[in-house]
């Protein structure tokens, strides 16, 4: 008896040493959590998240019964037969780890999962171990075990950010928990394990392997036939990540995201990317990069493309490489935008009273002795404003931008259009020694396709509040021209494609193009932007440390990889007419 009695006050002492400190359980089972952001492309296939990512919760009776199955075959074999603990996979850890001579498996049961999960701190040790099974037995007392697997199906962490199986599957798979083949099960199953190891966008075929383990575990507890495991291997086809080097764009849309959508709810944004179009921008400029572009010393690139009448941001590449910089090139880098910067000035001068036909005479000028070169152009005397455009004749843009009004003038034009500069207050000006980034200018080009209004640079369609729709209104067009200068200017465009520098941007088939070519001095940065059936295409070149290029012009390179990126998406007069 009094061994009894001891012994009882022993273990009534050890249990309160044991949860004296533990949280409350009511309050745990509730608790908040950091809100999560989920990014869409315009198909409705995730392109990035932030915090913590849960999915619709679901309840057991909507899944499809191999997932649970999967999860049992591969955690806990015993699950419905144990209290909580399960003293045979225990022991039978331990054994495997000793003989091992390191940690093998793990013991612990669904159930001490999900203590760890919604009570617990990652902490390793002894006490913690045993607070665990303290509440594996509580939970056990307090909910069936179609509720605890339930609790864990849409609690367990499955990586990247994703909390339950339904955020998982969207994220991986792109389709909502209950809609999860087999195959895909066994993916899911197997990430508890090692979330970040196991990643199937990272590690695709770690994945894999792991989930032909589960596979198998089904097969020996007898959920599968050994012929359905197989064939259920057969059909294991991990889809490739949406996009490479989205990164880029998901950093511009994330970047005020805090300030447009305060509080701490769950947000799930519906973006512009098409994702058809982003890999068509990723694949050309990669293709580019690794072939003449590193033959002509270029190491790095960025493109941009919008539709001209919405502003809405299609795709977007910052750099060649998202995981090796961060650093957004198109939207961060500020450079001089060299020649690519003339159809401000020479509509500058079209608002004094000038017209494309105007003649301009191209020959030597020394101002203050500045004198600007014109490269391989042989001096005719006089030409049109236009040739002079499609020709990019610095001599001639200079006295365009004296009948302009001069620098101011052509600032505030360039201002009107979104470009903020800061530009210099002298005749360089003309050449485009003021500063840009590649988005902006993108977009300053977008007004001369859309009738001289101006749209602003636009990242998100929709978006969604903890499951509730939260309007977005459309930001509205700046007058930044009137139409008839603005087509006017878009003729002197199509010109410098048809026969002037940019005529390697001309893609086959006919489709009208009209675009601008820019080089800056020794070759540091090459620039092109065209317009082409309702979207603009940005492109720049050059390397990060301002290194010269060898020979690259806008008219090159730039102009090139805008031709790949139209002569991708289809040139033909019937792709036009659908832009």
């Known amino acids: ?61 909507q899944l499809p019964p191999h997932l649970p199955a999967a999860i049992i075959a591969i955690e806990d074999r015993r699950f419905h037969d144990h209290l909580g603990l399960d003293p045979i996979g225990i022991a039978r850890a331990a054994w495997v780890n000793w003989t091992s001579g390191r940690v093998v498996q793990g013991g612990s049961t669904i159930t001490q999962q999900l203590a760890k999960n919604l009570f617990l701190t990652p902490e390793r040790s002894l006490r913690r171990k045993a607070q665990e099974a303290v509440l594996a037995i509580w939970l056990e007392w307090k909910f069936s075990k179609d509720e605890l697997l339930e609790i864990y199906l849409n609690r367990v962490y499955l990586g990247a950010g994703a909390y339950g199986v339904d955020a998982a599957a969207r994220l991986f798979f792109g389709v909502p928990a209950p809609r999860l083949a087999l195959w895909q099960s066994a993916i899911l199953a197997g990430l508890p394990k090692a979330p970040s190891r196991l990643n199937p966008r990272t590690a695709p075929e770690a994945a894999a392997g792991r989930a032909v383990e589960v596979l198998e575990a089904m097969a020996d507890t007898g959920f599968l036939t050994r012929q359905q495991a197989a064939l259920a291997v057969e059909q294991i086809r991990i889809p490739p990540r949406p996009s490479r080097d989205s990164g880029w764009f998901a950093d511009w849309v994330l970047d005020d995201v805090a300030e447009r959508f305060p509080g701490n709810a769950d947000l799930v944004l519906r973006t512009t990317l098409d994702l058809r179009l982003q890999a068509v921008v990723e694949a050309r400029l990669q293709a580019l990069l690794a072939g003449p572009g590193a033959r002509a010393r270029v ?18 590449a910052g750099g060649r490489d998202y995981r090796a910089s961060q650093f957004n090139r198109a939207t961060q880098a500020r450079r001089q935008p060299g020649s690519v910067f003339k159809p401000f000035v020479f509509l500058a ?127 509205a067009a700046l007058r930044a021209t009137s139409p008839q200068h603005a087509a006017a200017v878009r003729r002197m465009l199509e010109a410098v494609v048809a026969r002037g520098t940019g005529r390697a941007a ?30 603009v295409i940005g492109a720049w070149l050059g390397n990060d440390d301002g290194s010269a290029m060898l020979e690259v012009r806008g008219g090159t390179l730039p102009a090139r990889l805008v031709r790949d990126i139209l002569e991708a998406l289809g040139t033909g007069p019937r792709a036009a007419a659908r832009g």
């Open 506 to 535: 001309q893609p086959p088939g006919g489709r009208a193009v009209a675009g601008k070519t820019g080089t800056t001095q020794d070759f540091r940065d090459a620039w092109f932007v065209g317009v082409s059936g309702g979207l």
């Open 349 to 475: 001068a079209l608002e004094r009273g000038a017209s494309p036909e105007d003649m301009v005479a191209d020959g030597p000028l020394n101002l203050g002795g500045w004198s600007p070169g014109n490269g391989n152009w042989r001096t005719r005397g006089e030409i049109s404003l236009e040739d002079a455009l499609a020709h990019s004749v610095n001599t001639a843009a200079v006295r365009v931008l004296a009948r302009a009004g001069g620098a101011r003038e052509a600032a505030l034009v360039a201002r009107r259009f979104g470009l903020p500069g800061p530009f210099p207050n002298d005749a360089t000006l003309a050449l485009g020694t003021g500063e840009v980034t590649l988005l902006d200018l993108t977009v300053a080009y977008a007004a001369f396709a859309n009738g001289g209004l101006r749209p602003l640079p636009r990242g998100l369609a929709s978006a969604r509040a903890n499951g509730r729709t939260v309007p977005i209104a459309p930001p």
């Open 1 to 61: 008896m009094l061994l009894t009695v001891w012994g009882g006050v022993g273990l009534g002492a050890l249990l309160l040493v044991l949860t004296w400190d533990l949280p409350r359980t009511d309050i745990a089972l509730a608790q908040t959590r950091r809100p999560g952001v989920t990014l869409e492309a315009m198909d409705g296939r995730i392109i990035a998240t932030s915090g913590d990512v849960h999915g619709q919760a679901v309840r057991l009776r």
């Open 299 to 316: 190491s790095q690139g960025a493109v941009v493309v919008l539709e001209a009448a919405t502003g809405n941001v299609r795709a977007m």
